[in-house]
């Protein structure tokens, strides 16, 4: 649904997909949609739902949504990411294969570097590049 979205409506696939995964909230979820349907909560604070919602958290969520801004809900969820995150009991394996590190070369000869490490790895590069600052 995502990739038809972005080909005939001209959407950015993030978005696509946010529209795709609200909807799916919205299905599944009675609650959400029902203050939804009727204005409580806008597009914008399902959209923050749609990606925390669980059949236990349901009602909670709803309840404060309806009290926080969609900054606020933001925020909020970005939160409770976290804590899910760090609750895996495979984190650190977990971290591990989701590690990327992406080296581009510039026309001037700079280069860019971008790339997402497991916590020892990203410490042990600062280090590095910290004593090589100071060698320097």
Same mark, same amino acid.
């Not at 979205?5 to 029902?34: D, F, K, P, Q, Y």
């Not at 971290?95 to 990203?122: A, I």
């Given at each position: 649904?995502?990739?038809?979205?972005?080909?005939?409506?001209?959407?950015?696939?993030?978005?696509?997909?946010?529209?795709? #995964?609200? /909807?799916?909230?919205?299905?599944?979820?009675?609650?959400?949609?029902?203050?939804?349907a009727t204005g409580h909560?806008?597009?914008?604070?399902?959209?923050?739902?749609? #990606? +925390? +919602?669980? &059949?236990?958290?349901? /009602?909670?969520?709803?309840?404060?949504?309806?009290?926080?801004?969609?900054?606020?809900?933001?925020?909020?969820?970005?939160?409770?990411?976290? /804590?899910?995150?760090?609750?895996? &009991?495979?984190?650190?394996?977990?971290?591990?294969?989701?590690?990327?590190?992406?080296?581009?070369?510039?026309?001037?000869?700079?280069?860019?570097? #971008?790339?997402?490490? &497991? &916590?020892?790895?990203? /410490?042990?590069?600062?280090?590095?590049?910290?004593?090589?600052?100071?060698?320097?």
């Amino acid at each position: 649904m995502a990739h038809w979205m972005v080909g005939h409506l001209g959407e950015s696939m993030v978005t696509a997909r946010e529209h795709v #995964r609200a /909807a799916h909230a919205l299905r599944n979820n009675a609650l959400l949609c029902e203050s939804f349907a009727t204005g409580h909560l806008s597009y914008a604070r399902v959209r923050v739902v749609s #990606r +925390i +919602i669980t &059949p236990t958290s349901e /009602a909670e969520l709803v309840e404060l949504a309806g009290v926080m801004t969609a900054a606020q809900l933001e925020r909020f969820a970005r939160g409770v990411g976290r /804590a899910a995150l760090a609750s895996q &009991p495979d984190l650190g394996q977990m971290l591990f294969e989701s590690r990327s590190l992406y080296l581009h070369p510039n026309d001037d000869g700079s280069w860019d570097l #971008r790339g997402t490490l &497991p &916590p020892e790895t990203g /410490a042990l590069l600062r280090r590095v590049l910290d004593d090589r600052r100071l060698d320097d």
